[in-house]
């Protein structure tokens, strides 16, 4: 006669755990009151609110909570008691929040509350060393080609004076680097940096712009023309200067600030060309005519007046 091999089936923490809760525990609400009551204070517990079954005769119940400040949070005691025993004892009491409970929000690092114009005079803003804005830039740490004048196999070649080399990055560097080194050169090109803007940092910086003055903002929207087209607009430099410039007019709201070449404004140069003052016109002199000009003009009588020794 052959037996049928019966597996194991694993059970659960949550199979285990009884629906319905035990009728002695959940009739023990005077006795979780009077638990809440001890750990928080007279007429700060509310009314019962509920219970739950945690397990097999273990039940929390649910009380309000009355404090100020603790809207929605309710006191919860958790009541248990032995198998076949029928007292039932006190387990925990704590207050927890509701479903409708006031929380604080959840905590985030300072490197993430950050904002813009966050920072004062005087705070210092650390700039993590895998910034995705920003890339390697030149450091002073590359070894030259075998062919330059100031690699090691050529140093001993030249004289000092033409080729000096310079230890340490040119961030260290006490004073100006010596003529021939790869430092002097990139100090001339403007190169000497030890990170730059990645096109990560170039982009964020673009749509950053391009959102505060950029061809969508209500003013670029009502007005005349655009900035590529503007005296005002001051270029820069980059890549960046193919979609943005600096404002220079006074009266626009973008005074100083980096624009996009499509934002526009009512200060737009030729916009509105302001016309001449009007000038009256030179006088005509006809000189082909005389013109007499008595010295004592006549009175408005025209009878002659009798001259004295005549009758």
Known sequence: MRRRRREAIPVSAATTRSRTP?????????LARTAAEEAAAPGVVGEHEGLISEGDRVVTHFFGCREPGYRGWRWAVTVARASRAKIVTIDEAVLLPGPDA??????????????????????????DAEDLRLEPGFTGEEEPPPSSAVSH????????????????????????????????????LGMRRARVLSRYGLHTAADRWEDDFGAKTPMAQAAPASCVSCGFLTPIGGSLGQ???????????????????????????EAAVMPKPPQPPPPVVDETRVDPFPLHPAPEDDTPSAEPGHA
Do not use: K, Q
Not at 103 to 127: F, I, K, N, Q
Not at 165 to 188: C, N, Q, Y
């Open 243 to 269: 979609a943005f410039g600096v404002c220079a007019n006074e009266f626009s709201p973008a005074d100083g600030r980096v624009v996009s070449l499509a934002y526009g404004c009512g200060g737009h140069s």
């Open 153 to 188: 196999e050529m140093a001993d070649l030249v004289e000092a004076e033409d080729a000096e080399l310079t230890l340490g990055t040119p961030a260290h560097l006490a004073m100006a680097p010596a003529r021939g080194t790869i430092a002097a050169v990139a100090e001339e």
């Open 102 to 127: 006031v929380l604080a929000p959840e905590w985030v690092p300072w490197s993430e509350r950050l904002r813009p114009g966050d920072m004062g005079p005087g705070d210092l803003l650390p700039t």
């Open 22 to 30: 035990d009728r002695l525990c959940a009739e023990a609400v005077d």
